[in-house]
């Protein structure tokens, strides 16, 4: 070619860049100076300003930083459809699997944030399932409501068990909380299973109630939470956000101020959740907030009640279909505290350290990206 577009220089760059790292194995200081010439480089021709996961700096800087005691990966709301319907949905799971096994050194666990069917059929499932299986590392399963309203859990239950347990793992108390429970909307209009799962499915449709924890599942959480010392780190799993975010959408917890107060004892807590498909973070009290990436569409950001701490991520390339999707990790350090690796398929990744959401803005704030959104 005569002459090379900047997209395809940039890509060229972005290649080398790559098989450098390879190459590199130990990283030798000149080879670490080339490598991180060359990320700089390539930042500055598209005008980014690369996320700290991205940064080679942080190899070096490693050492001397907070290391993660283990490593958590997260895969979540996947919207499978059969087949028939929907295959891109399927390829994208299957994606964020293979990326996950490909991690060296392996997680020491997945976890699922809910959602895997888009209408809770048997065979949407199963499928799901039949991909999950494929996790080399060991599998921690969270339920969504497109799970669960078309029978009410049974089919979801019978792969994968309760909705809601717990667990310690190295000193962490982990707990996985059914967060979308629903009034009952769907008996005294006599509607079928199917006419609940569609109901549900809206997000905003009037006639559903706004997800909640409920009188029972807050019962369950303090029973379990009784034990636990205060000092002890807790991580709740939860597939709606556990905090009011913007109703319309349900994108709420309805009894999201009770459950925080059941946690108020403790000294360090995280929720991570799904539901929201975006990069989306908070902070309230004692508690920090992270929103799980999606691999089937990115929602965009509500009109109002965003939380100040959230750096949004651009509006989703429509011509992409992976765009402003990913997966992702959750790095947790000795403290209990969480780093958590926002793995943004088609852009670069972005790390949310955990001292940026406990010094609620004040310290290591994400760079947010300088791209002009479509």
């Given at each position: 070619?005569?002459?090379?577009?900047?997209?395809?220089?940039?890509?060229?760059?972005?290649?080398s860049?790559?098989?450098?790292?390879?190459?590199m194995?130990?990283?030798?200081?000149?080879?670490?100076l080339?490598?991180?010439?060359?990320?700089?480089g390539i930042?500055?021709?598209?005008?980014l300003?690369v996320?700290?996961?991205?940064?080679?700096?942080?190899?070096?800087q490693?050492?001397?930083?907070?290391?993660?005691a283990?490593?958590?990966?997260?895969?979540?709301d996947?919207h499978l459809y059969?087949?028939?319907?929907n295959?891109r949905?399927?390829r994208?799971?299957v994606?964020a699997?293979?990326e996950?096994?490909?991690l060296?050194?392996q997680?020491?666990?997945?976890?699922?944030?809910g959602?895997l069917?888009?209408?809770?059929?048997?065979?949407?499932?199963?499928?799901?399932?039949?991909?999950?299986k494929?996790?080399k590392?060991?599998?921690?399963?969270?339920?969504g409501?497109?799970?669960?309203?078309?029978?009410?859990?049974?089919?979801?239950?019978?792969?994968?068990?309760?909705?809601?347990?717990?667990?310690d793992?190295?000193?962490?108390h982990?707990?996985?909380l059914?967060?979308?429970?629903?009034k009952d909307f769907?008996?005294?209009?006599g509607?079928?299973?199917?006419?609940?799962m569609?109901?549900?499915?809206?997000?905003?449709?009037?006639?559903?109630?706004?997800f909640e924890?409920g009188?029972d599942?807050?019962?369950w959480?303090?029973?379990?939470?009784a034990?636990?010392?205060?000092?002890?780190?807790?991580?709740i799993?939860s597939?709606?956000?556990?905090y009011?975010?913007y109703?319309?959408?349900n994108?709420?917890?309805?009894d999201a101020?009770?459950?925080?107060?059941?946690l108020?004892k403790?000294?360090?807590?995280?929720?991570?959740h799904?539901h929201?498909?975006?990069?989306l973070?908070?902070h309230i009290?004692n508690?920090?907030f992270?929103g799980?990436?999606s691999?089937?569409w990115?929602?965009?950001?509500?009109?109002?009640?965003?939380?100040k701490?959230?750096?949004?991520?651009?509006?989703?390339?429509?011509?992409n279909?992976?765009?402003?999707?990913?997966?992702?990790?959750?790095?947790v350090?000795?403290?209990?505290?969480?780093?958590?690796?926002?793995n943004?398929?088609n852009?670069?990744p972005?790390?949310?350290?955990?001292?940026?959401?406990?010094?609620n803005?004040?310290?290591?704030r994400?760079?947010?990206?300088?791209l002009?959104s479509?």
């Open positions: 070619m005569a002459h090379k577009s900047i997209e395809t220089k940039y890509y060229e760059e972005r290649a860049f790559f098989e450098d790292l390879v190459r194995g130990a990283l030798s200081r000149r080879g670490f080339h490598v991180a010439g060359v990320s700089a930042a500055a021709a598209k005008g300003i996320p700290q996961s991205f940064q080679l700096i942080e190899i070096a490693a050492a001397e930083a907070a290391m993660p283990f490593t958590i990966a997260y895969v979540s996947s059969p087949r028939s319907v295959d949905f399927i994208s799971a994606k699997v293979d996950v096994n490909a060296d050194p997680p020491d666990f997945v976890l699922f944030g959602d069917a888009q209408l809770g059929r048997r065979e949407e499932l199963d499928l799901g399932g039949q991909i999950l494929d996790l590392a060991p599998l921690k399963m969270m339920v409501e497109h799970d669960w309203f078309l029978d009410m859990g049974e089919h979801w239950q019978s792969l994968f068990g309760s909705p809601q347990y717990s667990f793992h190295k000193g962490v982990f707990v996985t059914m967060s979308v429970n629903e769907w008996t005294a209009r509607m079928t299973p199917e006419e609940r569609h109901t549900v499915a809206g997000l905003d449709n009037g006639v559903q109630s706004r924890v009188p599942g807050r019962k959480l303090q029973n379990d939470l034990a636990i010392d205060k000092t002890t780190p807790v991580v799993f597939h709606s956000p556990l009011k975010y109703r319309n959408w994108f709420w917890t309805e101020d009770e459950v925080q107060a059941i108020a403790f000294d360090t807590v995280s929720v991570i799904g929201t498909h975006q990069l973070l908070n009290g508690i920090s992270y799980l990436l691999t089937a990115p929602w965009p950001y509500a009109p109002e009640g965003l939380p701490l959230t750096v949004q991520m651009n509006r989703a390339d429509p011509f279909a992976f765009d402003g999707c990913g997966d992702g990790q959750l790095n350090l000795a403290s209990g505290m969480i780093d958590k690796v926002y943004l398929w852009r670069n972005v790390t949310v350290r955990s001292s940026y959401l406990s010094s803005g004040a310290k290591d994400p760079p947010a990206t300088t002009a479509y």
